[in-house]
């Protein structure tokens, strides 16, 4: 699962200015959103290519950021592209309404329907007044990034044997959201751990 981060972006007021939204293959930078035939690329990797005959290149790695797949596009130097506009906002994630999760804006008040598709493997670390940043564009949702880690609570798992630190074993636990941790073997229900919303690892007890 990839997070791409779009800290460098800065939001564009009105895109029918002249040049608004414009640049060329010089300015592209990890994480810059481009439009291409309609579609948002995120660029992951890009490389200026300078060959011995012909004229440069960029060779790049996209990743589609609604449907998550990864292409490999190359442009000639000073290719004009578009680029998009990606409004993070952060927001607090209230419920889930059918397939829909719930989010609202803490600054305006704005409540927003959220994919469960687009919220993908998030859901297993979301909990109710949790906060994430929510990325959209012209209003639709992107994608949601939550915090590297979030202490959950272990709902159920297997009693574990106290001597049991020094084997460093590990069984699955079920956390409050109804995901599935592995954590060691000394862990027992009812206690709060940390847990990496980026692979889904056991951290530590928070």
Same mark, same amino acid.
């Given at each position: 699962?990839?997070?791409?981060?779009?800290?460098? &972006?800065?939001? &564009?007021?009105?895109?029918?200015?002249? /040049?608004?939204?414009?640049?060329?293959?010089?300015?592209?930078?990890?994480?810059?959103?481009? %439009?291409?035939?309609?579609?948002?690329?995120?660029?992951?990797?890009? &490389?200026? +290519?300078? !060959?011995?005959?012909?004229?440069?290149?960029?060779?790049?790695?996209?990743?589609?950021?609604?449907?998550?797949?990864? +292409?490999?596009?190359?442009?000639?130097?000073?290719?004009?592209?578009?680029?998009?506009? +990606?409004?993070?906002?952060?927001?607090?994630?209230?419920?889930?309404?059918?397939? *829909? @999760?719930?989010?609202?804006?803490?600054?305006? @008040? *704005?409540?927003? /329907? +959220?994919? =469960?598709? $687009?919220?993908?493997?998030?859901? %297993? @670390?979301?909990?109710?007044?949790?906060?994430? #940043?929510?990325?959209? /564009?012209? =209003?639709?949702?992107?994608?949601?990034?939550? !915090?590297?880690?979030? #202490?959950?609570?272990? $709902?159920?798992?297997?009693? =574990?044997? &106290? =001597?049991?630190?020094?084997?460093?074993?590990?069984? !699955?636990? $079920?956390?409050?959201?109804?995901?599935?941790?592995?954590?060691?073997?000394?862990?027992? %229900?009812?206690?709060?751990?940390?847990?990496?919303?980026?692979?889904?690892?056991?951290?530590?007890?928070?």
């Amino acid at each position: 699962m990839c997070h791409a981060s779009f800290a460098g &972006q800065t939001p &564009q007021s009105d895109r029918k200015e002249t /040049h608004t939204g414009m640049a060329t293959t010089n300015d592209l930078k990890n994480g810059l959103v481009l %439009n291409l035939d309609g579609e948002l690329w995120a660029v992951v990797e890009f &490389q200026h +290519v300078k !060959p011995g005959k012909g004229g440069a290149f960029v060779r790049t790695t996209l990743k589609n950021v609604l449907s998550g797949k990864v +292409v490999d596009r190359t442009f000639n130097a000073g290719t004009k592209v578009d680029t998009a506009t +990606v409004d993070k906002r952060t927001m607090q994630f209230l419920y889930v309404d059918g397939e *829909d @999760y719930i989010f609202m804006d803490l600054d305006t @008040y *704005d409540q927003i /329907h +959220v994919p =469960g598709a $687009t919220v993908g493997e998030n859901a %297993n @670390y979301l909990l109710p007044e949790a906060q994430a #940043v929510v990325a959209t /564009h012209e =209003g639709v949702p992107l994608y949601v990034e939550l !915090p590297t880690s979030v #202490v959950l609570e272990i $709902t159920y798992t297997e009693p =574990g044997l &106290q =001597g049991d630190r020094s084997t460093g074993g590990n069984k !699955p636990a $079920t956390v409050e959201t109804g995901a599935t941790v592995m954590v060691p073997l000394f862990i027992s %229900n009812g206690e709060k751990i940390k847990v990496d919303t980026r692979d889904g690892r056991y951290l530590g007890r928070a």
